[in-house]
């Protein structure tokens, strides 16, 4: 999440970030004019690519009321109050993955001084973590760090560590007390973190997720080193009876079936073994991930809830020039500023 630490000014930080998501094309992107506007461009999928099979009436096992499905024109829903988005959507879209995508590259995009990156980046992942949270979701699983950092070197390692030490500041505890967040850190964080060296953090992280251990209304689980491979499961596995003990005793606590999933730049799902995604709905934006904006997630909650439904009565009546564009989501090009769709 980041890696510089910094004693910037909270007012100057949260000018930026506030700034930064408002933000229509992040510079790095602004320079050709083959670039994709990322603030118009969201590439959506399914867990299933096989057209007509997603059924929105299915999720969580709380469908949507008739009354509900015809009520919102999008124009409306983008106009509903945060309060009201949430009492609709929170019914039936309660686990997010939420991948954080480019975040150096949207720092660059929006200044150079790196010493207030790593304070800049922290205020942002609360900001759209909450963000999501005001909107009815009550799980947010975010994949952060994975044994990819051991082989960049100790330098690297240590700045992310660093990183990861944030967790444990005074900003971000109050922060989870004050909304009632319960912080789980899963994957091989113990291990991997004691081996190179930074025990101290270990213990303080696990004090922090013992003091939020008795929030009850959202959660946040952090993935960290939970690339680790299937030896760890496997052995957990040997000491539960079936597959949701063994969810549980990976994660630390019991976990719905995922309804969304969202990322930035190339679609792709990494670091969230054993969960139920066969329905979740996946949206992947060009710009990165701290450029989620409320209009933004809005139509993504509105699209999972009112766009995706079983459209099988309706595929006789399909042309061969319905097909013809044959547009492939996640096609892209790689160019001077990075990964970009097309």
């Given amino acids: 999440m980041g890696h510089i630490k910094t004693s910037a000014s909270s007012s100057n930080s949260r000018r930026l970030v506030e700034i930064s998501c408002r ?9 050709s004019p083959e670039d994709i506007d990322p603030g118009r ?3 959506t999928a399914t867990m299933d690519f096989t057209p007509g099979t997603r059924v929105c009436t299915e999720l969580s096992g709380h469908p949507l009321r008739s009354e509900e499905k015809a009520s919102h024109a999008l124009s409306d829903w983008l106009t509903l109050s945060r309060e009201e988005v949430a ?8 686990t997010t993955v939420l991948y954080f995508n480019g975040t150096r590259r949207w720092f660059r995009s929006q200044m150079k001084d790196w010493q207030l990156y790593e304070k800049i980046t922290q205020e942002a992942h609360r900001a759209v973590s909450q963000l999501c949270y005001e909107h009815g979701m009550t799980t947010l699983i975010q994949p952060l760090l994975g044994y990819d950092l051991l082989t960049r070197g100790p330098e690297y390692m240590h700045m992310a560590m660093e990183a990861v030490g944030c967790l444990v500041t005074d900003d971000y505890r109050s922060w989870l007390v004050e909304n009632e967040i319960q912080l ?8 991997a973190m004691t081996e190179s060296g930074y025990a101290q953090t270990v213990e303080k992280l696990s004090q922090l997720t013992e003091e939020t251990h008795g929030a009850a209304k959202r959660r946040l689980l952090l993935g960290l080193f939970a690339d680790e491979g299937l030896g760890r499961i496997a052995s957990l596995a040997q ?3 079936d597959g949701q003990h063994l969810v549980r005793a990976y994660y630390g606590v019991e976990i719905e079936p995922v309804n969304l999933m969202i ?6 799902v990494w670091d969230i073994p054993l969960l139920d995604i066969n329905k979740a709905s996946l949206y992947f934006m060009q710009a990165p991930t701290f450029c989620l904006t409320e209009e933004r997630l809005r139509k993504i909650l509105y699209d999972h809830l009112y766009e995706r439904e079983n459209d099988d009565a309706s595929q006789g009546d399909l042309k061969l020039e319905d097909w013809t564009n044959y547009a492939i989501l996640g096609l892209g090009k790689r160019t001077p500023r990075g990964w970009i769709a097309t």
């Avoid at 933000?23 to 320079?31: E, Q, R, S, V």
């Avoid at 009492?87 to 309660?94: S, T, V």
Wanted: charged letters at 20%; hydrophobic letters at 40%; one cysteine or more.
């Fill in 87 to 94: 009492r609709i959507a929170g019914k039936h879209i309660a």
């Fill in 239 to 241: 000491a539960v009876p």
């Fill in 263 to 268: 990322g930035s730049g190339q679609p792709a």
């Fill in 23 to 31: 933000a229509n094309i992040p510079a790095y992107l602004k320079d």
């Fill in 184 to 191: 789980c850190l899963y994957g091989d964080w113990r291990a």
């Fill in 41 to 43: 461009r969201i590439s």
